[in-house]
Structure formats: C-alpha cells, structure tokens
C-alpha cells in the first residue's frame, strides 16, 4: 500500500472529533500569552518540532546503545532523557493543536497517542532492562509510526506551514525579492 495513502486513512477517523474538540476547548482555556510563548511566537518558529529531536534522539540512540555490548546503563539514562523531555514536547504539540483543523486535529490524535505508545514501550524498557531490546523494538516501531504522522501534519496538511513567515521585502522598481 502506498505510504500516503495509509497516511491519509487518520485523516477520516470521525470518531476522533469529540475528543478533538475536547482538547482544543481544553487548551484554548490557557492564558492567550502562555499559549503565544508554547507555540514559538518569541522565537517566531515553532518550539515542537524543534524539541521533539531530544526525545526521538534519546530513544532511537538508547535502541543502538542497547544492541552494543557493555552500553545498557549509558542507553538506561538516554531512555531517562526521553522519559523526562516528552512532556514538555507533549505540551508544545498541544499548544500548536488548538490552531489545527477538524482533519488535521485527527491525524494530530492518531500522531499524539502512537507516540504516547512509544513512551510507554521505553518506560518499560527502562524498568525492565531484562527485556529492553524487545520494548526499545516495539518504541521505535510506534515512534516511527508517530514520526510518519507529524510529517503528514506538516507536510501533506500543510498544519502551520507559512504561519510564522514574515514577508520579505520587495523591491517595487524591479519586482524582485531584496535578500539581505
């Protein structure tokens, strides 16, 4: 099956509106300005998809670590790592769901619970370290899974692509774009 066919099957689960309008309510009860400082607005970029590379970079290097012999405790603290910095990635993602729409907010409950799935296989890889290359497997997997359906947010919805570009100046004599 082809991959953005699959994709775009999140796109329909209807079933997934009340609880999106549940969290959008949920989240727009936040303080206007808490929200602007979660979303980037201050760094006029959005903070989620820069903070999501600790957690991903965490688990997916604990996963090579795990496979080396002699690195279970040094991929134990990168799974801690991961552990610690998916809230704060979670609350970031939330913040930039309020501003989607009704398809998007589908995909970005799909998107949000296969990654909560991720976090939960490396927790237990974390406790139980007898079996952590079986839970670091089933993480990635679903973190792969989650990963797949940010990029469908992003790129085949568009969700806040050119929102947080400011025009570039235009030079009116000879209809060019001035680059600084």
């Known amino acids: 099956m082809n991959m953005h066919k699959l994709l775009r099957r999140a796109e329909d689960v209807k079933v997934l509106d009340g609880a999106g309008v549940a969290v959008t309510r949920t989240v727009r009860r936040l303080p206007p300005g808490l929200r602007r400082v979660l979303r980037g607005e201050w760094l006029g970029h959005p903070i989620h998809p820069i903070l999501v590379t600790v957690p991903i970079g965490a688990y997916v290097s604990a996963a090579v670590l795990d496979l080396t012999p ?36 589908r995909v970005g409950l799909v998107h949000a619970t296969t990654n909560a799935l991720a976090s939960v296989f490396f927790a237990a890889s974390y406790v ?53």
Do not use: F
């Not at 079996?131 to 670091?136: E, K, Q, S």
């Not at 089933?138 to 992003?154: D, E, N, V, W, Y």
């Open 128 to 180: 139980n370290r007898a079996n952590r290359r079986r839970w670091g497997l089933l993480g990635l997997t679903a973190l792969s899974a989650g990963g797949a359906l940010g990029g469908h947010l992003s790129y085949a919805q568009g969700a806040g692509v050119h929102r947080w570009q400011l025009p570039e100046p235009v030079d009116r004599d000879e209809h060019r774009t001035i680059v600084n």
């Open 70 to 105: 002699g690195m279970r405790n040094a991929a134990r603290r990168l799974v801690g790592l991961g552990l610690l910095t998916t809230p704060v990635a979670v609350a970031l993602g939330l913040a930039d769901y309020a501003e989607l729409d009704v398809r998007q907010r």
